[in-house]
Each structure stands twice: as structure tokens, then as C-alpha cells.
């Protein structure tokens, strides 16, 4: 059955080729008045799929009978034994003994397409071992019979290979008298070509039923292959980061555990980094999503082209990276790996119209000196991150237990900050402005305290960083706005009409939230009160990692009737320019440039500069930690009209604010 379904359709270029057959013998050459065809751009020794095509042949005499052994129908078993079988090797060992044995072949070979124009041999049958010895042999796809298989997408069959237009010499050499290729396709694409190659003059030529199991075994291999490509894709996948294409954490966990192994037999050290980029929330919110994966695949480029074959780099998820380094013999040679990664990626990141400076935190610890498992590590370099960051970041921090301990108390810390919320347990304490000429107060400062239970009464330093970049930071401003509407409420039906100035965190810049929180809080207020009379401080480091940010939100404040003050002014890079770039109304002298006024000349520059500065623009200059009179004296001297510092009053609650102050 089998033989007459193969034979259906194809009985005429069946009588055609026999016809042929009884006229002539084959002995592998080609007539000298017989030219070559030019429909597939081959000779005429071509056949193309399920249709006799002339054979090379010789006007010798005698003839060659065919060998009907090797024709016939197809063996279902041998279709059976390719259905079951999975492993692509062994898949191609029965196809090729299947079809070499059947068409009386030497061996056969499949040959893989490789980006982007070239083939590559991947697997032999049976093939003389000088024919092996090209194994992997990579070639142009435009070059031999299986590029022209490829390329016109039709078998094509050669019977005198050294005498083909396709011939290599390479394979001259090793002996090919004559080729079949076959292309092999799935989903429409060309996948590799199938070689069935003889080193002695074939006995006879393929016919059309030969042509179709030719046919089928082909389509075989062709969804075998697509299986198999499907399978490594998976697999690549499931060790892989589908974007950059770095290991994956399931990868570097597996690389990690034989590193380590590794590293206690050889007695050499083992580096785990971990990094991620500066402020990568901002690039997405600039640039885009589309930008900010870019930059990843920037970084995982540049960083895999700065480290040895054997090092691992791994995308954890987000912006964040980790870094294996093995067979290490001291710590130089992961600092200089270190600050070699640091300074490649110090970068400017954008399009023409707007671009962003890129630095990146990273930390390490290096086993087996930290003893940890296989997380632990990981767990303990991403400590030394942290603190990179909490540093400024753009540096690299080797791991300690201090940074472990530091750590932990602050993960309890946000625990204990997010019941503090709940219990009331914060409380705001005021700090007069004053007129420094006369000591009146003008306006005061509200500052974060919290009552801890056990800890007593704890300043911002001893838990924002805590909880900077966390949802308790969104829910305190949420609480500090509160807070500063309700206390304006009750100084304003008393008739006190005092400026309060309050502090933002880096996350109401990131965040873009502020102003609509005041918004909303203002209209739940059950007392109408004039936001003229509170103003906001943005601390000058965190408004410069996020200058358009930071001024869209000034725009808005302004846009209410809120004032703002640029806090710590003096510890940011470029300060003085950021009087004209950013519309603000006063700025504050950082305490550290204040308390060494009396004896530094340097600091006594600095400070005349920027109150000079903040004249010439229209803006109000405001010192703070003012403690002695001899720097109240220096200010005065030089301009300054407003300030605060314990030399007039300590923070206060709110009560006692009212006690010490000329205008209760």
C-alpha cells in the first residue's frame, strides 16, 4: 500500500526516467553535447522534488539494472522508529542509515543554517572518516550544493561532484563523487539541508518514489529540528533573562554552587557582586521604558566585554545585576574588576534632546571568607550595595557583619515605623526662624520626631534612612501634610499667621505626589486656611539627581501659593546654579558652612557668595545651626537677615514654641 500511495502522481516521470535508464548507464559523467540546466541554476544531474530530472550520464555502453533491494516501499517500522525517538542525535543517526542504506549512500550529514550567512556541518552517518574530520566545517550559505539547496529551496542532486559548478575543494579531496542535498523546513524557513553523499559511483539513479521518502524524511528531520530548536529555546529561557540575555538567578544559583565547590578544592577565592543602576526609576520615567531596557542591554553588554569566559554575569530582575567571579587569588583582583565595571558605566544615557547621567552601586563579598550558602552571599553583597547607595552611590562597598547588623536593626526599624504611624507615636516639633537682627521670630521650621517606646524621642537621621524609598516614606509625607494643615487650622483661628515650613522626602519628588496629597488634604480640611502660610524644603541633594522633577513639582507649590526653600544649600554639586535654574524663593545655608565661620576664612567665602548670590536673584537667605553670637554677628555683617539655631531656640513642641516666642 505504502508503495502505490508513494507511487501516485509520479508514474509518468517514473516511465520518462526509465526510458532514460534503458537507453543509457550511469557512470557518473556528463555528456560533453548535453548542457547544463538553467532552471535551478544546476546541472542537468538535478532532481527536483517528486520529479525525474536527466541524470548525468556517459554515451558509454552497457547498462545498470536497478536495484530493487534498495527501492520499493517505505519500511513503516523505520517511520516508527523515528516517531519515537527524541534525542535529535540519535533521530538523525536512523534517518541517515534509513536513507543511506536505501538509495545505496555512503552516509549522510545535517548541515545547520548559522547567522547570519553561513552553514555549518552538525552531524554525520556514516561517512569515511576523512570526510569526518570536516566536522563543524562552517562554509558561506551561497557556496557547494547545500547552499543551492538552500537558496532555491529544492533538492538538488550532483553525480559527478568534481565536475559541478558547486564543488569545494575540500570535499574533492576527501573523495565525494556525488551528492543529493535536501532542504529541510518548518514554519515556512529553511532550516538546515539534509547531505546524502557517495564516495563511488552510485549504482543508480534516485527515482520519483525515491524522491518522496527523500521527501518525508526530510519533513521528519524538518519538525525534529523545530522540536529540538523549541526545546533549547525553552531551556534557554529557563536559565536565561529574556531581554539582555544574561544568566538568570536559576543559572547563577547552579554556577554559584560549583563555584563554591570549586573554590574550597582549589583553595582560591570566589567573588559574588551584585550591582544596579543609580536613580533607574527616573531614566523609565524620562526616557521611557523603551530607553531604560536599552540601557540594560547596554550594561550587560558592557559589562560581559570587561570580564573573563568563565565569569558569570546574571540579570536578579529590575536594574539589578550579580556578578561571579571564580579561581580569584586576592582582593585586588576584584577591586580592579570593581572600578573597572564603575567607570564603564559611567555614562550619559538619552536621545538627542535629553540625556541622563548613569551610575551604578555595587557590592561584594568574597567566600569562602563569608562563609555563607549559596543566597546568603548574594544576600550579603546585596547589604553592601545598599550601603553603596545610602553612601550617594557610584562606588563599590565590600561586605561586612556591621553592614549585616546595621541592616537588620533597620528592617526592624520599618517594621516598628509602619506601627509607629498607626499608634501616633510621631509628633512634629517646631524650630523659630527669626530675624537675626532682632531675634522675632518670622516663621518656623516643623521637624520630624518619633516617640519610641523604648528608644525615647529619636530625630529623623535615626530612622529616615530606614525608610527612604519605601511605602512608609509615601505614607509619613501623607501624615506630615496632615499634620502641617491641622496645626495651620489652629494657629489660624487663633490669629497667628505664621509661615510653617515642612520637609520633603526624595519619594515626593520621585513620586510627583505632594501637591495633589495637599490638595486633597486641603479640601477634607473642616477649616479654610491659607496655604500661603506653608512652605516646603526640599533638600538639595535629592533635588538635583531629578532637576526636571524637582522643578515641575516648585511649579506646582507656586501654582498653590506655596513657598520653597532649597534645604542643606551648599552640599549639592553646580549650588549657585541652581538659583537660576530652579524657581525657588529662599535658600538655607547648610549648619556645616555656618559653624566654621568664626574660623575659616574659607567658610566666610563661601557663605558671603552664596547670600551675595541669593540677593542678586530675589531670593531670601536663611542660615541655619546659628549657635554662637560671634556667627550671628558674622551673618549680620554680611547680609543675612533671617536663620535659626540653638542660639535662639532648640526644636520645640508646639506648646512651648508659643511660650518662648514675642508674637504668641
Known amino acids: 500500500m505504502a508503495r502505490s500511495m508513494l507511487r501516485d502522481g509520479a508514474q509518468s516521470g517514473t516511465e520518462a526516467l526509465e526510458r532514460r535508464r534503458s537507453q543509457r548507464p550511469w557512470h557518473g559523467h556528463r555528456r560533453k553535447d548535453e548542457p547544463y540546466s538553467d532552471q535551478i541554476h544546476g546541472p542537468a544531474n538535478c532532481l527536483r522534488q517528486g520529479r525525474g530530472c536527466r541524470g548525468d550520464e556517459s554515451d558509454q555502453g552497457g547498462g545498470v539494472a536497478m536495484d530493487n533491494k534498495n527501492s520499493g516501499s517505505i519500511d513503516v517500522e523505520f517511520l516508527h522508529r523515528l516517531v519515537r525517538e527524541l534525542d535529535i542525535g540519535r533521530f538523525f543517526h536512523i534517518a541517515a542509515e534509513g536513507l543511506a542504506t536505501h538509495l545505496g549512500a555512503d552516509g549522510a550529514a545535517l548541515i545547520v543554517r548559522e547567522e547570519p550567512d553561513r552553514l555549518r556541518y552538525r552531524f554525520f552517518h556514516g561517512l569515511p572518516a576523512r570526510h569526518q574530520s570536516l566536522a563543524a566545517y562552517s562554509f558561506n550559505d551561497r557556496l557547494g550544493v547545500a547552499g543551492a539547496a538552500l537558496h532555491t529551496r529544492k533538492p538538488i542532486l550532483v553525480t559527478d561532484y568534481a565536475a559541478s559548478p558547486y564543488a569545494l575543494p575540500e570535499y574533492v579531496e576527501s573523495g565525494l563523487t556525488a551528492s543529493l542535498c535536501s532542504p529541510v523546513t518548518a514554519d515556512g524557513r529553511v532550516l538546515a539541508i539534509l547531505a546524502i553523499s557517495w564516495f563511488h559511483v552510485p549504482r543508480r539513479l534516485p527515482d520519483p518514489e525515491d524522491m518522496r521518502m527523500i521527501a518525508l524524511v526530510t519533513d521528519f528531520v524538518g519538525a525534529a529540528l523545530h522540536r529540538y530548536h523549541t526545546e533549547q529555546r525553552l531551556r534557554e529561557l529557563a536559565m536565561h533573562d529574556p531581554l539582555t540575555g544574561a544568566a538568570n538567578r536559576n543559572l547563577l544559583y547552579d554556577r554559584l554552587n560549583h563555584a563554591m565547590t570549586m573554590a574550597i578544592r582549589r583553595e582560591r577565592l570566589m567573588a559574588v557582586i551584585t550591582f544596579d543602576i543609580d536613580n533607574f526609576k527616573m531614566i523609565n520615567d524620562k526616557l521611557g521604558h523603551t530607553m531604560g531596557?536599552?540601557?540594560?542591554?547596554?550594561?550587560?553588554?558592557?559589562?560581559?566585554?570587561?570580564?573573563?569566559?568563565?565569569?558569570?554575569?546574571?540579570?536578579?530582575?529590575?536594574?539589578?545585576?550579580?556578578?561571579?567571579?571564580?579561581?580569584?587569588?586576592?582582593?585586588?583582583?576584584?577591586?580592579?574588576?570593581?572600578?573597572?565595571?564603575?567607570?564603564?558605566?559611567?555614562?550619559?544615557?538619552?536621545?538627542?534632546?535629553?540625556?541622563?547621567?548613569?551610575?551604578?552601586?555595587?557590592?561584594?563579598?568574597?567566600?569562602?571568607?563569608?562563609?555563607?550558602?549559596?543566597?546568603?552571599?548574594?544576600?550579603?553583597?546585596?547589604?553592601?550595595?545598599?550601603?553603596?547607595?545610602?553612601?550617594?552611590?557610584?562606588?563599590?562597598?565590600?561586605?561586612?557583619?556591621?553592614?549585616?547588623?546595621?541592616?537588620?536593626?533597620?528592617?526592624?526599624?520599618?517594621?516598628?515605623?509602619?506601627?509607629?504611624?498607626?499608634?501616633?507615636?510621631?509628633?512634629?516639633?517646631?524650630?523659630?526662624?527669626?530675624?537675626?537682627?532682632?531675634?522675632?521670630?518670622?516663621?518656623?521650621?516643623?521637624?520630624?520626631?518619633?516617640?519610641?517606646?523604648?528608644?525615647?524621642?529619636?530625630?529623623?537621621?535615626?530612622?529616615?534612612?530606614?525608610?527612604?524609598?519605601?511605602?512608609?516614606?509615601?505614607?509619613?509625607?501623607?501624615?506630615?501634610?496632615?499634620?502641617?494643615?491641622?496645626?495651620?487650622?489652629?494657629?489660624?483661628?487663633?490669629?497667628?499667621?505664621?509661615?510653617?515650613?515642612?520637609?520633603?522626602?526624595?519619594?515626593?519628588?520621585?513620586?510627583?505626589?505632594?501637591?495633589?496629597?495637599?490638595?486633597?488634604?486641603?479640601?477634607?480640611?473642616?477649616?479654610?486656611?491659607?496655604?500661603?502660610?506653608?512652605?516646603?524644603?526640599?533638600?538639595?541633594?535629592?533635588?538635583?539627581?531629578?532637576?526636571?522633577?524637582?522643578?515641575?513639582?516648585?511649579?506646582?507649590?507656586?501654582?498653590?501659593?506655596?513657598?520653597?526653600?532649597?534645604?542643606?544649600?551648599?552640599?549639592?554639586?553646580?549650588?549657585?546654579?541652581?538659583?537660576?535654574?530652579?524657581?525657588?524663593?529662599?535658600?538655607?545655608?547648610?549648619?556645616?558652612?555656618?559653624?566654621?565661620?568664626?574660623?575659616?576664612?574659607?567658610?566666610?567665602?563661601?557663605?558671603?557668595?552664596?547670600?551675595?548670590?541669593?540677593?542678586?536673584?530675589?531670593?531670601?537667605?536663611?542660615?541655619?545651626?546659628?549657635?554662637?553670637?560671634?556667627?550671628?554677628?558674622?551673618?549680620?555683617?554680611?547680609?543675612?537677615?533671617?536663620?535659626?539655631?540653638?542660639?535662639?531656640?532648640?526644636?520645640?513642641?508646639?506648646?512651648?514654641?508659643?511660650?518662648?516666642?514675642?508674637?504668641?
Open 293 to 664: 531596557d536599552a540601557l540594560l542591554v547596554e550594561v550587560r553588554q558592557r559589562v560581559q566585554d570587561l570580564i573573563r569566559v568563565g565569569d558569570t554575569l546574571a540579570r536578579l530582575g529590575g536594574d539589578e545585576f550579580a556578578l561571579l567571579l571564580e579561581d580569584v587569588s586576592r582582593y585586588s583582583e576584584i577591586e580592579v574588576v570593581i572600578e573597572r565595571i564603575r567607570q564603564a558605566l559611567r555614562i550619559r544615557w538619552g536621545t538627542a534632546a535629553l540625556q541622563i547621567a548613569v551610575s551604578i552601586s555595587l557590592g561584594y563579598t568574597v567566600y569562602p571568607v563569608d562563609a555563607g550558602a549559596d543566597q546568603a552571599l548574594l544576600h550579603n553583597a546585596d547589604i553592601a550595595m545598599y550601603e553603596a547607595k545610602r553612601a550617594g552611590g557610584h562606588r563599590g562597598l565590600l561586605f561586612t557583619h556591621a553592614m549585616a547588623l546595621a541592616a537588620a536593626h533597620r528592617g526592624d526599624l520599618i517594621l516598628e515605623f509602619g506601627r509607629a504611624l498607626e499608634r501616633g507615636e510621631l509628633v512634629l516639633y517646631y524650630q523659630p526662624i527669626v530675624d537675626i537682627r532682632t531675634g522675632e521670630m518670622v516663621s518656623a521650621e516643623g521637624l520630624l520626631r518619633w516617640r519610641h517606646p523604648v528608644h525615647g524621642l529619636l530625630a529623623p537621621p535615626q530612622f529616615m534612612g530606614a525608610i527612604e524609598h519605601t511605602y512608609n516614606s509615601l505614607k509619613l509625607d501623607a501624615w506630615v501634610i496632615a499634620e502641617a494643615v491641622a496645626v495651620l487650622a489652629r494657629w489660624q483661628s487663633r490669629g497667628i499667621f505664621k509661615k510653617l515650613h515642612i520637609n520633603l522626602s526624595t519619594s515626593s519628588i520621585e513620586n510627583h505626589r505632594f501637591c495633589e496629597t495637599l490638595r486633597r488634604t486641603l479640601a477634607a480640611s473642616s477649616a479654610a486656611i491659607d496655604p500661603r502660610y506653608l512652605g516646603v524644603e526640599l533638600v538639595e541633594w535629592s533635588t538635583i539627581q531629578d532637576l526636571e522633577s524637582a522643578r515641575a513639582l516648585i511649579m506646582d507649590c507656586r501654582a498653590l501659593g506655596i513657598s520653597v526653600a532649597l534645604d542643606d544649600f551648599g552640599t549639592g554639586y553646580a549650588s549657585l546654579q541652581h538659583l537660576r535654574s530652579l524657581p525657588i524663593d529662599s535658600i538655607k545655608i547648610d549648619s556645616s558652612f555656618v559653624s566654621g565661620l568664626a574660623r575659616e576664612p574659607a567658610d566666610r567665602i563661601l557663605v558671603q557668595s552664596m547670600i551675595s548670590a541669593a540677593q542678586a536673584f530675589g531670593i531670601e537667605a536663611v542660615a541655619e545651626g546659628i549657635e554662637t553670637g560671634e556667627q550671628n554677628q558674622l551673618l549680620i555683617a554680611m547680609g543675612c537677615v533671617c536663620g535659626q539655631g540653638y542660639l535662639f531656640a532648640p526644636p520645640l513642641a508646639e506648646e512651648a514654641l508659643w511660650l518662648i516666642s514675642s508674637s504668641p
